[in-house]
Structures are given as structure tokens and as C-alpha cells.
């Protein structure tokens, strides 16, 4: 069974970088059938996706964030992560990390509980 | 404001059928597959329907799929309060490059 489990800080400051990662387990990150990807959901919000990372490399982002997110794997891990620069209260969320297929359009068949981040002064 | 637009709320009795659109362009929805997820009060999102119409294992088949053109619909039958849950589409956008999202539709069962 696959499971995937995100950490990181729970508390930042305005202007500090969030980074976030996301430890897979019960398959391997380098299987070519899957995208790694962020997703997060402002409090009493809907889902925003924020980036995708093949096992290769290569990656896609939110254009609306692009500027600001960085995305990358470690395929000796099994762990991806994502920095988000820059941060401020807007940035205040909870934090996915999901499975995302490949063939499928992207669908997110495997998610992490989620990691609430908050930006507060 | 998402890129794929869902009703906002929807709602049924115990036991009855409902069904819940997911409106898009031809850059996302009308030429990729449509996933929906439910999400329960206080937890992650949960993989419905991928591919349209096909349901991963261990969903039920009062869940289903379809789509047409640049619309697609998550239809539930057999209302069972333990339905209550916000329900989200989701797709990859080729003009964009990026997922997108609807705006999720919030399930009450009277």
C-alpha cells in the first residue's frame, strides 16, 4: 500500500521560505507512470494545485506561483519536496502531497494527510 | 475563481440520486480525462472517478461518471448521509500546463 507522509514546519514568518517534504512509501518515486505533486487547500477553501515533478526531473508549476515555487526529488529517498519563497499570511494553508497518474490526466490516487502551514508575524 | 466550475452546494434526501457538474474548455476538460474526489470533514481528498467514468478499487458503484464535450457530472445514487462531503473535479488544463480544479460542491443530505 502506498503511502505518502509530508513534513515540515508548522509556523513560518512573512518573507521566510516554506519547504515541505514528502516521503513515499510502499512504491518507488521513480516509476515512470507518476507525477509527485503539491496541492493545497486554504483554510475553508477549495483545492489549488501547485506542482507536479517527474522522476527524470522534469517539472510543472502553477503559473500563478511558478515565480515562487521550486520543486525537486530525490529518487535515492523516495522523498520529494517543494519550497515556496517569499511566503506571506496568504500563503497560510494545508499542504498535500499526492500520487498524481501519469496516463490518467494527472488523477491524484494517493494522498498524504496534509501538513497546515501558517504564516503569521 | 476556478478554472472548472462546480455548483457551489447541492442536496438530496437519504436515498435519492443527485448529480453534480463540472463545467470546463476544450484546453482541459474537453480534451483530458476528469477525476473527482470527496473530501470528508477533516481529511484528504479521496479519489472517486478517474478517466471519466472508471472507479478505483473499493468505490462503490453508486458513484459514477460521464462526460460530454467540455461538461462532466458525478452522479451519486442511493444518498447515504455518510455522503456528506465537499466533492471537487479535477483535470490538467494543455493551454496552461497545469492542473486545474472546480471550485467544489459542498453534498448535503437532508
Known amino acids: 500500500q502506498v503511502q505518502l507522509q509530508e513534513s515540515g514546519p508548522g509556523l513560518l514568518k512573512p518573507s521566510q521560505t516554506l519547504s515541505l517534504t514528502c516521503t513515499v512509501s510502499g512504491g518507488s518515486i521513480s516509476s515512470g507512470a507518476y507525477y509527485w505533486s503539491w496541492i493545497r487547500q486554504h483554510p475553508g477553501r477549495g483545492l489549488e494545485w501547485l506542482a507536479y515533478?517527474?522522476?527524470?526531473?522534469?517539472?510543472y508549476y502553477n503559473p500563478s506561483l511558478k515565480s515562487r515555487l521550486i520543486i525537486s526529488v530525490d529518487t535515492s529517498t523516495n522523498q520529494f519536496s517543494l519550497k515556496l519563497t517569499s511566503v506571506t499570511a496568504a500563503d497560510t494553508a494545508l499542504y498535500y502531497c499526492?500520487?498524481?497518474?501519469?496516463?490518467?490526466?494527472?488523477?491524484?490516487?494517493?494522498w498524504g494527510q496534509g501538513t497546515l502551514v501558517t504564516v503569521s508575524s | 475563481q476556478s478554472v472548472l466550475t462546480q455548483p457551489p452546494s447541492v442536496s438530496a434526501a437519504p436515498g435519492q440520486k443527485v448529480t453534480i457538474s463540472c463545467s470546463g474548455s476544450s484546453s482541459n476538460i474537453g480534451n483530458n480525462y476528469v477525476s473527482w474526489y470527496q473530501q470528508l470533514p477533516g481529511t484528504a481528498p479521496k479519489l472517486l472517478i478517474y478517466?471519466?467514468?472508471k472507479r478505483p478499487s473499493g468505490i462503490p458503484d453508486r458513484f459514477s461518471g460521464s462526460k460530454s464535450g467540455t461538461s462532466a457530472t458525478l452522479g451519486i445514487t442511493g444518498l447515504q448521509t455518510g455522503d456528506e462531503a465537499e466533492y471537487y473535479c479535477?483535470?490538467?488544463?494543455?493551454?496552461?500546463?497545469?492542473?486545474?480544479f472546480g471550485g467544489g460542491t459542498k453534498l448535503t443530505v437532508l
Open positions: 515533478i517527474y522522476y527524470s526531473g522534469s517539472t
Open positions: 479535477g483535470t490538467w488544463d494543455s493551454s496552461l500546463s497545469a492542473g486545474v
Open positions: 499526492a500520487r498524481a497518474v501519469v496516463d490518467s490526466s494527472g488523477s491524484f490516487d494517493y
Open positions: 478517466d471519466d467514468n
